[in-house]
DNA sequence: CGCGCGCTTGATCAGCATCAATTCGCGTGG
DNA sequence: CCACGCGAATTGATGCTGATCAAGCGCGCG
């Protein structure tokens, strides 16, 4: 594996070669992570953050009863908790879901890096602010859509987020979610996702079975999840047409 | 009204009053808008950003059949697009709700400041994250609690963050929302958010009428809307105990 | 003074939760 | 090698939360 493949995601494909570089040498060896992981609980202090390198981790938030609310989806190239940089806590607390392997970043490293390059502490803010759009999609689905809308709308969202890392083979991509833990990001039970994916199964529109997810009708996906991508700034990201702060 | 006022919230507290007065030198006149204005478009270029000075101003998206979601609401003090300064567009509707005073700043400005002044931008940072945080918090909401304890936690957030920019007195403060902008945000019907109300009235907890609320039972609301303020890092963003980047 | 918007209340309906039971796949140990 | 155990998937029956439909009320404003 190309050791600069974590650092593409998140618009960091626009950093010169050098600072990308610069920003890997930062890192930490790459951990291994179990599946069902917390590797960090909400409300602790942090001093270092993480980058997901392989696999899938998600933010959470639990409620009185002990039922978890998933609140973002991690795939590899995104930070997790960088705002636990500026924060030094989180209000969430971080999960993997199924075996995943991360990079974590000491935050005295990311000061000395965002103190003397400008356009990496801009990097890492414009990460935050995709974080925040995304967290907005979130916000929509759960509130505007129903199961199988929000159902729809997420198997687009992450399928237009793997693809902009390479990790999505034209319309189909691994996901080691079980249906319970869809269901937690989905605001649905367990026995209601399978339902869901019964029957976006049997209306031809996709499959997700073992793990791995196969979009069969994106087109109709994308129309039944009311979906638009605009929110994830693809070609903003991948394509530098004008380059903030800079020429 | 004290001309700096409309400077402080979301942790600008801790700039210097050189920065602060910088910042507010780069601002625009207040500008008054109307009730129900829309003040930007979802997917519109944008070259400024805007500060609320006085009322309130929420982000909102549409569905399929022209039913809004809001995605966030916003009081004095901050900023509600200033994703746009880095990303170009935006992925909501900017929306007054009620008559509201707005700054805006020009990005260009902005990113003057920024590149001379990196705890400026740096504080930008911070504010974006308090916001990704906020949704956070609305995301939990809304998958997790119900019709009243949406409510409860909505208003327990309002509180805290207007009892931050001191516009809240003691238990009461003024939010010229109709039942049926509460239900946008709840994800409620407006029938249903009466009923709500109703019954949170009825049990002492608040009332909300004539475009003001006032929280009668604190601890019972926070009980009631799984309430924890610890994502608004108030203590965090008023007491400067450790400064990034600086002594 | 009447029109419209927001608030209020009642009746019915639908989406999804909940409860319950069975099956399947897979790793583990006898 | 097979019995066992456990988590995940699947399916059925029933109930609750909140939507929808409908109607009346209060009040500010043109």
């Known amino acids: 594996m190309n050791s600069s493949k974590f650092l593409t995601g998140r618009g960091r494909e626009r950093l010169t070669l050098e600072e990308q570089t610069l920003l890997e040498d930062s890192s930490s060896d790459v951990q291994t992570v179990k599946a069902r992981e917390t590797l960090v609980r909400r409300g602790e202090p942090v001093c270092s953050s993480m980058l997901v390198v392989d696999g899938f981790v998600c933010r959470s938030a639990d409620d009185h009863r002990g039922q978890r609310q998933m ?52 990097s890492f803010w414009l990460s935050s602010l995709l974080d925040a759009a995304i967290h907005r999609a979130w916000i929509f689905r759960l509130g505007r859509l129903e199961a199988e809308g929000r159902t729809a709308h997420l198997f687009c969202e992450l399928h237009a987020r793997l693809e902009m890392v390479g990790l999505a083979q034209s319309a189909s991509f691994a996901l080691p ?40 009708d994106q087109k109709a996906l994308a129309q039944l999840g009311e979906f638009d991508p605009a929110y994830l700034y693809a070609t903003d990201l991948i394509t530098p047409s004008r380059r903030p702060l800079d020429g």
């Open 71 to 122: 609140v973002s989806l991690h795939i590899p190239g995104d930070f997790v908790d960088l705002d636990g940089f500026k924060l030094k806590r989180l209000d969430y607390n971080v999960v993997a879901i199924g075996a995943a392997k991360v990079t974590t970043y000491n935050h005295d490293a990311l000061a000395d890096l965002s103190e003397h390059r400008p356009r990496l502490a801009e």
């Open 177 to 216: 979610l079980t249906q319970i833990d869809l269901g937690a990001a989905l605001n649905l039970t367990g026995v209601h996702t399978n339902r869901v994916l019964r029957s976006l199964r049997e209306r031809g529109l996709l499959t997700f079975q073992n793990r791995k997810v196969e979009i069969h």
